[in-house]
């Protein structure tokens, strides 16, 4: 039987065994936590330009700064700051777990799903205490 | 070769061009690169942890401010060194993680080296514009 060869290179009737794919597995903590550090990453990448709009607003003078300000606190703008730090702090957590993982500790399947679990849980408390305070003072 | 003749011929060559076979080796990885790229995404990554936190406290203490105020917080000259170290961490950190998407996703030689120097451009940019905009604020008070 002839081998013929797909675009990205695998042989296809060669009897060949490919390895598992992603969607052979069932979604998981770990696996959900891994893509969103990448998502929010990005999110976050593009989300600089907020923060330093807002501090050009600072350095260009009252008028643009009453303006900029003024996007920044209408609903829609804190829905989307809301966001932000939440991913901020999601990515910040998530990013520790990394260096804990960096070191050669809690690979085992538990311990990555309680680091997982724990990052989550510190990422969501201190998103919320953020707001809490932003908005008490 | 033999590993005499190797030797010798090591010798000939001037001293720059001595190469052993791990230096040969070098460079020749996925990125074309070591593991500085590494080493670096960690430890910008630790900065931006510490950071945060000073980060979050400004947030809160700008959250009431009216544009005197706003100016006078972010004009201490702690609050403006601690942002501007913020602002060179998160830009070092997230030129190198977005440089990583891109090696990963784009597989086109020509489209991945343009988006790769766009990444190195925004990352400047929005550090240059936070640089520039709290050093305004620090010199005008």
């Known amino acids: ?137 | 070769m033999s590993r005499q003749g190797r030797q010798q011929r090591q010798a000939a060559l001037p001293p720059r061009r001595r190469t052993t076979p791990l230096r040969r080796a070098r460079g020749l990885g996925a990125a074309h690169d070591g593991t500085a790229h590494f080493m670096a995404q960690r430890a910008t990554a630790a900065v931006s942890f510490l950071m945060l936190f000073i980060l979050a406290i400004v947030f809160v203490l700008l959250a009431g401010a009216d544009y005197e105020q706003a100016r006078r917080i972010v004009g201490e000259p702690l609050v403006a060194t601690a942002l501007v170290f913020t602002a060179a961490a998160f830009c070092w950190h997230m030129k190198l993680g977005m440089q990583v998407i891109i090696e990963d996703y784009v597989h086109h030689e020509l489209l991945k080296y343009a988006l790769l120097t766009a990444n190195v451009l925004f990352c400047s940019a929005i550090f240059f514009l936070a640089l520039i905009s709290i050093g305004r604020v620090v010199f005008s008070l």
Request: overall charge positive; aromatic content about 16%.
């Open chain 1, 1 to 137: 039987m002839p081998t013929q060869r797909t675009s990205t290179g695998h042989e296809q009737g060669g009897g060949r065994v490919l390895s598992p794919h992603l969607q052979i597995y069932r979604p998981n903590l770990t696996m959900a936590m891994s893509i969103l550090h990448r998502i929010t990453g990005a999110v976050l990448y593009f989300s600089t330009f907020l923060g330093v709009w807002w501090l050009m607003g600072l350095a260009s003078g009252p008028k643009y700064f009453a303006y900029v300000n003024g996007m920044f606190r209408s609903w829609p703008a804190l829905v989307i700051l809301f966001a932000v730090s939440y991913q901020l702090f999601h990515h910040a957590f998530g990013g520790i777990r990394h260096l804990v993982w960096d070191s050669g500790r809690g690979f085992s399947v538990r311990s990555a799903e309680r680091l997982g679990l724990i990052s989550l849980a510190l990422a969501i408390i201190s998103t919320a205490l953020v707001w809490f305070l932003g908005w008490w003072t």
